[in-house]
Nanobody, 122 residues
């Protein structure tokens, strides 16, 4: 069974950094499309970043480009999101997800983690 378990969320001041991790199991992680998706309070799901783990192609939403970095440790089946220069608008629950696609009105993914809260506040 596919399992995705996020960790690393917490409270950070604007301009600070956090690193999120996602422990993956139950599938071939080294040949997967993995994403981070977030949901801010009162808002819908927002795609953040995707990595294709076999070729390491990465993609970022404009809102986080240049500040966030997605990466994998394929030997450990771990997905990471390094978040720098955090802003208050980055406050959200961050989800690790597998096999996402983008449709009218939002993001659909086949598998989701439980989410980890990131709060950016002074």
């Amino acid at each position: 069974e596919v399992q995705l378990v996020e960790s690393g969320g917490g409270l950070v001041q604007p301009g600070g950094s956090l690193r999120l991790s996602c422990a993956a199991s139950g599938f071939t992680f080294s040949s997967s499309a993995m994403s981070w998706v977030r949901q801010a309070p009162g808002k819908g799901l927002e795609w953040v970043s995707t990595i294709y783990t076999d070729i390491s192609n990465t993609y970022y939403a404009d809102s986080v480009k240049g500040r966030f970095t997605i990466s994998t440790d394929n030997a450990k089946n771990t997905l990471s999101l390094q978040m720098n220069s955090l802003k208050s608008e980055d406050t959200a629950v961050y989800y690790c997800a597998k096999d996402c696609r983008w449709v009218v009105g939002g993001t659909r993914c086949d598998y989701w983690g439980q989410g980890t809260q990131v709060t950016v506040s002074s």
